[in-house]
């Protein structure tokens, strides 16, 4: 069933001013529950954009906007629940940090939608937890004493906290170093695999998409060019190209190994899938 | 939730039209020239005309009227507070009475001052707006800097003065763009800021002024750190990439001004008298 559906979505900015932009137009997209989709597209497409229909946070300048069969232009339609199920984090978000301790920050979420006071904390342990940081030690620090990653990891947690059925992540994973990345991205995951958390992730890096998504879907100058299963999104390398992004690097591979040659499948996503494919065209088996 | 189209005053509209193309010092002066003339002028012929004469220059920029409309609507409050402590307190005696309210009588008199006490209110804006508008901040603070350049013989700071201007006027978008960035950021976190009492509403700023403060600081660092990394020294020896040059378009247009302003500001009952 489709949890967020989007219609005919338009969104100008500054409208009636000169310094008018439309960054996304005509968009329709559903998302069904459960999925994992990955959004891709060059700087300036539209994705940020698109992304903060999900929860009303943008209005949409034409067409519809639907959350849970909700219509969220309906006046009468509850934003704050719909903020409460679908969770947005956005790009950077150790700068949203503002509370003395990490266990404050991230109980503004859940102290805003109304819970009692142990269930508050429950919820921080466990969304603390869920990032990788220890609620014993880290919760009674300042947020302003923690490392880069160690706030985008609180500021994750002050989303998870909510608990929404929803996670929508704006580029989560950049400016981190690699383990940072490989760590977020894994708990990510294992959000999705193990809570069934539906998850909509921006990113830039094709092998992170390749790695996570089940279906993805490509934006261009506000409007979405491609959507579809990764392995058949990917492989329509030349088109990639041609709007600036690229194909994961495993892909690359062993598309150039073929044009080397080498009878080996090009359809691999993953460093596994290219090692069992480069072993089979080998005759390694 | 876009707080850029709500602070039209001060913007600055990229535009390629001959009022943009003039010195920032031609503009300023000329602005200065317009100033003093909206209040000198006493009589609604006068304001006719610098009416016309705004909406011409407003024309020839190729700015669209209703932005610069817009730009009046945060002194909007100030103009009827203007209006109506004129009508009743104006300090002109006698008069016709229109209407009282209780004890305070409203003049025609009084209120035909303070109808041309708010019109230069709008005037004024009007003038200095387009002055934003068509000039880039980096060229208006040249331009200080260069008007003001005399005066540091009395030990008046010129150019730092003028660099702390530019980097406040370059920092107002990129602040407001980081303040809708964290309160979207903490709406989504369920925060909500147009609901409640005065102070139910001043405690929802701190989730976003903390964040803010903080940014700030740290921007404020970065660029320190980034205008030492290029030696920044201010002082007399620094050159500049772009010279101000004062062409003979700059001429012509100052001089139109200051005579259309001189003409204006003589009353029309000192022209019917020169009239044979």
């Given at each position: 069933?489709?949890?967020?559906?989007?219609?005919?979505?338009?969104?100008?900015?500054?409208?009636?001013?000169?310094?008018?932009?439309?960054?996304?137009?005509?968009?329709?997209?559903?998302?069904?529950?459960?999925?994992?989709?990955?959004?891709?597209?060059?700087?300036?497409?539209?994705?940020?954009?698109?992304?903060?229909?999900?929860?009303?946070?943008?209005?949409?300048?034409?067409?519809?906007?639907?959350?849970?069969?909700?219509?969220?232009?309906?006046?009468?339609?509850?934003?704050?629940?719909?903020?409460?199920?679908?969770?947005?984090?956005?790009?950077?978000?150790?700068?949203?940090?503002?509370?003395?301790?990490?266990?404050?920050?991230?109980?503004?979420?859940?102290?805003?939608?109304?819970?009692?006071?142990?269930?508050?904390?429950?919820?921080?342990?466990?969304?603390?937890?869920?990032?990788?940081?220890?609620?014993?030690?880290?919760?009674?620090?300042?947020?302003?004493?923690?490392?880069?990653?160690?706030?985008?990891?609180?500021?994750?947690?002050?989303?998870?906290?909510?608990?929404?059925?929803?996670?929508?992540?704006?580029?989560?994973?950049?400016?981190?170093?690699?383990?940072?990345?490989?760590?977020?991205?894994?708990?990510?995951?294992?959000?999705?695999?193990?809570?069934?958390?539906?998850?909509?992730?921006?990113?830039?890096?094709?092998?992170?998409?390749?790695?996570?998504?089940?279906?993805?879907?490509?934006?261009?100058?506000?409007?979405?060019?491609?959507?579809?299963?990764?392995?058949?999104?990917?492989?329509?390398?030349?088109?990639?190209?041609?709007?600036?992004?690229?194909?994961?690097?495993?892909?690359?591979?062993?598309?150039?190994l073929r044009n080397r040659g080498i009878p080996v499948r090009t359809d691999v996503l993953t460093f596994e899938e290219a090692h069992a494919a480069i072993r089979e065209a080998l005759g390694w088996n | 939730m876009?707080?850029?189209?709500?602070?039209?005053?001060?913007?600055?509209?990229?535009?390629?039209?001959?009022?943009?193309?003039?010195?920032?010092?031609?503009?300023?002066?000329?602005?200065?020239?317009?100033?003093?003339?909206?209040?000198?002028?006493?009589?609604?012929?006068?304001?006719?005309?610098?009416?016309?004469?705004?909406?011409?220059?407003?024309?020839?920029?190729?700015?669209?009227?209703?932005?610069?409309?817009?730009?009046?609507?945060?002194?909007?409050?100030?103009?009827?507070?203007?209006?109506?402590?004129?009508?009743?307190?104006?300090?002109?005696?006698?008069?016709?009475?229109?209407?009282?309210?209780?004890?305070?009588?409203?003049?025609?008199?009084?209120?035909?001052?303070?109808?041309?006490?708010?019109?230069?209110?709008?005037?004024?804006?009007?003038?200095?707006?387009?002055?934003?508008?068509?000039?880039?901040p980096v060229e208006l603070t040249d331009g200080i800097e260069r008007l003001l350049r005399p005066l540091r013989r009395f030990g008046v700071p010129a150019h730092e003065l003028a660099m702390m201007m530019t980097?406040?006027?370059?920092?107002?978008?990129?602040?407001?763009?980081?303040?809708?960035?964290?309160?979207?950021?903490?709406?989504?976190?369920?925060?909500?800021?147009?609901?409640?009492?005065?102070?139910?509403?001043?405690?929802?700023?701190?989730?976003?002024?903390?964040?803010?403060?903080?940014?700030?600081?740290?921007?404020?660092?970065?660029?320190?750190?980034?205008?030492?990394?290029?030696?920044?020294?201010?002082?007399?020896?620094?050159?500049?990439?772009?010279?101000?040059?004062?062409?003979?378009?700059?001429?012509?247009?100052?001089?139109?001004?200051?005579?259309?302003?001189?003409?204006?500001?003589?009353?029309?009952?000192?022209?019917?008298?020169?009239?044979?």
């Open positions: 069933m489709a949890f967020i559906e989007v219609e005919d979505l338009t969104h100008v900015y500054l409208r009636g001013t000169p310094m008018e932009t439309t960054a996304v137009q005509d968009v329709t997209l559903r998302i069904d529950e459960g999925e994992f989709t990955v959004l891709i597209g060059p700087t300036g497409s539209g994705k940020s954009t698109l992304v903060q229909h999900f929860n009303a946070l943008l209005k949409p300048t034409t067409g519809k906007v639907r959350v849970g069969g909700r219509d969220l232009s309906d006046p009468k339609t509850d934003l704050r629940a719909v903020r409460h199920q679908v969770g947005l984090l956005f790009q950077y978000p150790e700068y949203q940090l503002f509370e003395e301790t990490v266990d404050e920050d991230v109980a503004f979420g859940p102290r805003n939608m109304g819970l009692p006071a142990d269930e508050v904390r429950e919820r921080v342990r466990n969304a603390l937890e869920a990032v990788g940081l220890d609620p014993a030690t880290f919760g009674p620090r300042s947020p302003f004493t923690l490392s880069g990653g160690e706030m985008r990891r609180v500021a994750t947690a002050g989303v998870l906290a909510m608990t929404p059925k929803v996670l929508v992540l704006d580029e989560p994973a950049a400016g981190l170093d690699p383990r940072g990345k490989a760590e977020i991205l894994g708990k990510i995951r294992s959000l999705h695999d193990g809570a069934g958390i539906t998850v909509v992730l921006i990113t830039h890096s094709m092998d992170e998409a390749a790695a996570l998504a089940s279906r993805v879907v490509v934006m261009d100058r506000g409007r979405v060019v491609m959507d579809g299963p990764t392995r058949e999104i990917f492989a329509r390398a030349d088109e990639l190209r041609a709007i600036g992004l690229g194909i994961p690097a495993v892909t690359t591979l062993v598309r150039d | 876009e707080l850029s189209r709500f602070v039209t005053i001060g913007q600055y509209v990229p535009r390629e039209s001959p009022v943009h193309r003039l010195d920032p010092r031609t503009k300023i002066a000329a602005v200065t020239s317009f100033m003093v003339v909206i209040f000198v002028v006493r009589d609604f012929v006068g304001y006719g005309l610098l009416t016309l004469f705004l909406l011409g220059i407003i024309a020839l920029a190729r700015i669209p009227l209703g932005f610069v409309l817009r730009g009046l609507r945060p002194i909007v409050f100030l103009l009827l507070l203007t209006v109506v402590l004129n009508v009743f307190f104006s300090g002109v005696e006698g008069g016709t009475v229109v209407f009282r309210i209780w004890r305070f009588a409203a003049t025609r008199e009084g209120i035909i001052r303070a109808l041309f006490i708010a019109y230069r209110l709008i005037l004024l804006v009007g003038i200095t707006s387009l002055l934003t508008f068509t000039t880039s980097i406040a006027l370059r920092f107002i978008p990129t602040l407001l763009e980081e303040t809708e960035k964290i309160m979207k950021a903490q709406m989504a976190r369920g925060a909500v800021f147009d609901r409640g009492g005065a102070l139910r509403r001043a405690r929802a700023l701190v989730p976003v002024l903390v964040p803010l403060f903080v940014s700030a600081f740290r921007r404020a660092d970065e660029l320190a750190l980034a205008m030492e990394a290029r030696c920044y020294r201010g002082g007399d020896k620094r050159t500049r990439m772009k010279e101000l040059r004062f062409t003979p378009r700059d001429a012509a247009a100052l001089v139109v001004t200051v005579v259309i302003s001189v003409l204006f500001a003589i009353p029309l009952a000192v022209w019917q008298r020169l009239a044979p």
